[in-house]
């Protein structure tokens, strides 16, 4: 991974959001999110409003863009890059929220994935499921994707992920980031489930966003004694292993 190409396309994508969305009426960059998430057939429903030609113009222009910069930067945090750089240019009234920087999220992961490996908890054929109650533009989950494509990738199909946040365009984010790479990467993992809501609250209030699973519940690994937030949150929406919080 190319810090310096992964900076450039933040920073062209920024530039463009952040010119257009001054000329916009609202918010631009959930405009820009919404229009991604189309293509994965998400329907905004009544978070959606109608678009004119000019918008839908900028919107192409940054779809092609989003699509070029995964292309060149496989599972690195982009839409958090951009979101920040945009709290940054005045934008905080919408965006005002600071994610880990996604070399550190990735030093994390090649850490715990050691561990994972040398411990011997990728039984043959079981499926480690791993949670991210807090997961903002889903950087950690996009660290732990790179490092286990980097060094162990046959083991990405025996991965399945969780990922709540209580902030809608944190999960937008996130859901984009993980199916538009495992998509243009041509990449398989067990599951994948996105949820809207609050971690420290009921499951039964958690609002589903998107998601897929490829396994049978009997595959499961149900015994990972890695939790880095004491077990409270594993326990109420029975999670494997909580990556961060
Ligand atoms: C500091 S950011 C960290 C995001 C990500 N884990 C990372 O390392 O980049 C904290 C995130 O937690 C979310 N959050 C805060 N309280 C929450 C709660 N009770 N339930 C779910 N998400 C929450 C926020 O919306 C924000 O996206």
Known sequence: MSIEKSRHHIDSLSSKLDRFWNLSSDNFFSLFLDDLLTGFGVNNGKHYRPIDD??????????????????????????????????????????????????????????????????????????????????????????????????????LSKLDFTMVDIDRTCVKMSAIQILSNLLIHQDEIAGLKVYRGNALGPMSEMEFFIGFQNYNDADIVDDIPINTNGGSIGAELDWGWVVNL
Do not use: W
């Not at 699509?67 to 839409?79: G, K, N, T």
């Not at 990728?122 to 997961?135: A, D, N, Q, Y």
């Open 54 to 155: 000019n918008e839908r113009k900028q919107l192409f222009e940054l779809g092609r863009m989003y699509a070029q910069a995964v292309i060149d930067c496989p599972y690195v945090d982009l839409l958090g890059g951009i979101y920040m750089n945009l709290s940054g240019r005045g934008h905080k009234k919408c965006l005002g929220q600071f994610f880990t920087p996604f070399h550190v999220c990735k030093l994390m992961s090649d850490i715990a994935n050691h561990d994972l490996i040398t411990g011997n908890f990728f039984p043959e054929k079981k499926v480690l499921r791993i949670s991210e109650p807090t997961c903002g533009s889903g950087a950690m989950v996009l660290g732990m994707l790179s490092s286990v494509k980097e060094k162990y990738p046959t083991l």
